[in-house]
């Protein structure tokens, strides 16, 4: 099957912690997304990357950090810095940027 | 940078009325994408509106695109309890997509 995967599914942290979340994908997609999404909300861009090695900050950068070492993986370090860490996270990923974009099931983080 | 603007934020009908959603932009487009996402889930791809004017049609969904690429709607007819869930337009910026802050559609059975 191919497909995004995300895990966990559910996360809680400590306040002060740095978190990662990993997001994967078999699709062959060039372009991958980090969206955070707060309730009754919208979607805003964390990060982007439209190629291995590359990476852009979206809307929202701040208190967060990505890496790109491979093209299936594009994990989302979401750090102490982060002001309000407590949301869902969405990681998609498109075959081109600005293209049809496949999302994950998201992860939802809580910090306490 | 751009902005998209989407109206209602929220609507409950009847299941068997109809429902339609705007969205507006503050820009041009190149073109217009729209997504849905139910309940717990994540955002699923609908459809990409590439042309001034453009209607496209999906069962009972239609969806179009301003002759001025600006603004674009989505309308259901004969609203279900299947269709419940959050609509999202996203309007392409560059190399990203900018979202509006989407419409939740509550389905009264």
């Known amino acids: 099957d191919g497909g995004i995967t995300q895990s966990p599914k559910y996360l809680f942290r400590k306040e002060g912690q740095n978190v990662t979340l990993s997001c994967e994908q078999n699709?062959?997609?060039?372009?991958m997304y980090w969206y955070r999404q707060d309730p009754g909300q919208g979607l805003r861009l964390i990060y982007y990357?439209?190629?291995?090695?590359?990476?852009q900050k979206g809307d929202i950068a701040e208190g967060y950090s990505v890496s790109r070492e491979k093209k299936e993986s594009f994990p989302l370090t979401v750090t102490s810095a982060q002001k309000n860490p407590t949301a869902f996270y969405l990681c998609?990923?498109?075959?081109?940027?600005?293209?049809?974009?496949?999302f994950g099931p998201g992860t939802r983080l809580t910090v306490l | 940078g751009q902005q998209v603007m989407q109206i209602p934020q929220y609507q409950h009908v009847q299941e068997g009325e109809d429902f339609t959603t705007y969205c507006n932009s503050s820009?041009?487009?190149?073109?217009i994408q729209w997504y849905k996402q139910r309940p717990g889930g994540h955002p699923v791809f609908l459809i990409q509106?590439?042309?001034?004017?453009e209607v496209k049609k999906q069962k009972r969904l239609t969806f179009q695109f301003g002759e001025a690429k600006k603004n674009s709607s989505l309308h259901i007819t004969a609203t279900q309890t299947t269709d419940v869930g959050t609509y999202f337009c996203?309007?392409?910026?560059?190399?990203?997509?900018?979202f509006g802050a989407g419409t939740i559609l509550r389905v009264k059975s």
């Open positions: 998609a990923s498109s075959i081109g940027t600005g293209g049809e974009q496949f």
């Open positions: 699709l062959n997609h060039d372009a």
């Open positions: 990357s439209q190629i291995v090695n590359d990476f």
């Open positions: 820009t041009t487009l190149s073109n």
């Open positions: 509106l590439v042309k001034s004017g």
């Open positions: 996203a309007g392409k910026d560059g190399n990203k997509l900018v």
